[in-house]
T-cell receptor, first 112, second 109 residues
Framework: NAGVTQTPKFQVLKTGQSMTLQCAQDMNHNSMYWYRQDPGMGLRLIYYSASEGTTDKGEVPNGYNVSRLNKREFSLRLESAAPSQTSVYFC???????????FGSGTQLSVL | RKEVEQDPGPFNVPEGATVAFNCTYSNSASQSFFWYRQDCRKEPKLLMSVYSSGNEDGRFTAQLNRASQYISLLIRDSKLSDSATYLCVVHDYGQNFVFGPGTRLSVLP
């Protein structure tokens, strides 16, 4: 029973490098989310996707792009990483009528 | 003003103590309310939903006051394993979940 699977768990980038964080869920959920978590800030929404084929900006979208590849997968891309993007990233999903959020195990990203 | 605010913490309590966490939210249109628990370096996990009538799950009791836009979580007979950060989460019509900054709890032997 995998739930939400997120890769990689750890990543170190140099400023200006690009990378994609992958997320997949096997719960047939419509909605998927990307959050970042910084000390003392709580989780902040980067982007979300209410259904396959749609994406919307959250609170802190600058510097990120997303793709809802299909119902299962929602990826987050950093085109040109900056030190300010050093954070822990969480993918999450929720189903229609079931508003509980289920999280992946997180990605710890450091940008040097 | 932040959308969701919580007690700043940390709370350091002895085993067996009763501890209460408070949370306020600013969006009066918020529809659903939750408490999540997050262990160090782990993902948040749902602890309990919060209903208007109040609800209890074992040692945990959650209360909601819509008029005051206030949510609480009470933990009775605290255990060492309750040590974690507790996140207040509010859900609105826009399908956004808004998280409070969390309150860290350390239960001491």
């Amino acid at each position: 029973n995998a739930g939400v699977t997120q890769t990689p768990k750890f990543q170190v980038l140099k400023t200006g490098q690009s990378m994609t964080l992958q997320c997949a869920q096997d719960m047939n959920h419509n909605s998927m989310y990307w959050y970042r978590q910084d000390p003392g800030m709580g989780l902040r929404l980067i982007y979300y996707s209410a259904s396959e084929g749609t994406t919307d900006k959250g609170e802190v979208p600058n510097g990120y792009n997303v793709s809802r590849l299909n119902k299962r997968e929602f990826s987050l891309r950093l085109e040109s990483a900056a030190p300010s993007q050093t954070s822990v990233y969480f993918c999450a999903s929720s189903g229609t009528g079931n508003e509980k959020l289920f999280f992946g195990s997180g990605t710890q990203l450091s940008v040097l | 003003r932040k959308e969701v605010e919580q007690d700043p913490g940390p709370f350091n309590v002895p085993e067996g103590a009763t501890v209460a966490f408070n949370c306020t939210y600013s969006n009066s249109a918020s529809q659903s309310f939750f408490w999540y628990r997050q262990d160090c370096r782990k993902e948040p996990k749902l602890l309990m939903s919060v209903y208007s009538s109040g609800n209890e799950d074992g040692r945990f009791t959650a209360q909601l006051n819509r008029a005051s836009q206030y949510i609480s979580l009470l933990i009775r007979d605290s255990k060492l394993s309750d040590s974690a950060t507790y996140l207040c989460v509010v859900h609105d019509y826009g399908q956004n979940f808004v998280f409070g900054p969390g309150t860290r709890l350390s239960v001491l032997p």
